[in-house]
């Protein structure tokens, strides 16, 4: 709030179910009848009931917070006014140096001009007038510090919450060769403010909720006036709203409570550190819900193909950005593949090897003592082993665990003939075409979908591969998120929308939203190459 703004009387609100909307008038004449019965119980005593002493609201807010050693208590008093004060508030949430500046020294050098009605204008602090006693807890955990003037019922808010941020640097687990290298940190102001500094609109709407019963964990939605559909924007906030629990810590909390499908493998909100991916889809019709403590924005609704896109396809020149993204695209059945035609072909197709490669095989296998199906296993599980002791190691120590253990594990198993020499390849193959995908997410999942690939191949073949690509490719036509199909634009196929799905066209051709978000205005104008129109005239 700048300077030059007057202090308003706030509420705090918790997150309820969208209420029908309201005329501009009767928003400002609400907000104006309340503003003036907040100040007029400032001034004026109730006579319906006594007003609590000062040591009465020390022994509450004591016994709120189960005598906590961390609850200060601080009483004042001016020799020119006959009122106490008390101070209260959290010393691990708030900062002690904001008490000190910006409200114990602006009142000990203003002390003999202090009333209940300027008291607000003489502190630094952003200041608001609270009515309600019980919403004392809230303010002192958001890192407020509470002022009571002795014989008042009101009381005042004080900002002082102690804030801790990290340098804004490029996500680890997004990186890009062209484009911005900002990424999302753990403060939620921050992150809005990065994102309303891409798209300076003020359509851009955010919307605070709070959810779990103790945690009370903030988070925002936020959304694009007139262009994302506002039937997905209630489903996303009744959907929050419905949230019952005591502990929600993390957005993966969030995001397994709302989901369409949470049994499935596949994710069906995408998760970003990148404000420009998180721009962009917000420009597109989707919604971004955010939380406080956490660098991860997710982006509702998602579809299969958004998992495969990267920041760098808008980026480069559009062939080379259509290539990269179908070679990621083809990844997808690399990863899930190519181990299961691999045990397919040498436990029952071995017709099909072509002859100047069957003598290598055969002699690369011929000393194995178990089928390809359990080799595969040894291998596969090896790799996730590897990887997950290279990312909890500290990074020095985990990028050694993943070199070493890879080469010196690789060549002892197949001089000790646990392994063949092909396999070690077609393992190796697989999982580089399982870290080709940009999210995370659905990296795993290819990885996690491939084991059951792997037995049915070695039971039965081709056509259990045949029978696994098909219950897989009826899972995802099946699949919704919030309410729009997962797989689209190729199930329900829309046409239109292929032209930044497998292939990424020009940028002047992408002139409409993609379908599956449901945008309220489909066509965005996209007149870039205008001059050839002018040129052409001429």
Known sequence: MEENTPKEVRFMTQFKKPKPLVSEEQQKASSSQEEETRRTALTTQTSTKAVMTLEERETQL?????????????????????????????ETSSDVKLVQEQIINPLFELGETITPDTFHLIIEAETTIEAEFNTAS????????????????????????????????????????????????????????????????????VKYFTVGKETHSKGAIIYMEGIANQEIVQKVEHRISCIDSDSVLTPGNIIESIEDHPYSPFPQIMDTERPDRAAGNLMEGRIVVMSALSPMASIMPANFF??????????????????????????????????????????????????????????????????????????ELTIELIREASIRLPSPIGQTIAIVGGLVIGDAVVSAGLVSNMMIIVVAITAISAYIVPSSEMSEAVRIIRFPLMVLAGT?????????????????????????????????????????????????????????????KLRQENRSRKWEEEEDEE
């Open 62 to 90: 004591s016994s709120i917070f189960h005598k906590s050693s961390d609850l200060n208590f601080k009483y004042i008093s001016f020799d020119k006014w006959a009122r106490r004060l008390l101070f209260v508030n959290l």
């Open 306 to 379: 958004s998992f495969y896109q990267s920041s760098d396809d808008y980026n480069t020149r559009w062939l080379l950005g259509s290539f990269f993204r179908f070679i990621r695209i083809f990844s997808f059945f690399t990863a899930l593949g190519f181990p299961a035609v691999y045990i397919a072909v040498v436990s029952y197709h071995f017709e099909v090897i072509p002859s100047g490669m069957v003598l290598a095989i055969k002699s690369s296998l011929e000393n194995i003592p178990y089928p390809p199906l359990i080799e595969a296993m040894i291998m």
């Open 460 to 520: 039965l073949g081709f056509i259990g591969i045949v029978i696994g690509f098909m219950v897989l490719f009826i899972h995802l036509t099946k699949l919704t998120s919030f309410g729009t199909p997962f797989f689209s634009p190729v199930a329900p196929l829309r046409m239109q929308n292929l032209r930044d799905t497998f292939i990424r066209l020009p940028f002047w051709k992408l002139n409409q939203r993609p379908l599956d978000a449901k945008p309220q």
């Open 138 to 205: 809230g303010l002192l955990l958001d890192g407020k510090t509470l002022i009571f003037i002795e014989g008042y019922d009101v009381f005042y808010a004080a900002s002082t919450a102690a804030t801790y941020k990290r340098d804004i640097v490029e996500p680890t687990n997004e990186r890009v060769i062209r484009g911005a290298h900002d990424g999302f940190i753990e403060d939620l102001t921050t992150n809005i403010t990065m994102l309303r500094k891409r798209i300076k609109s003020p359509k851009l709407v």
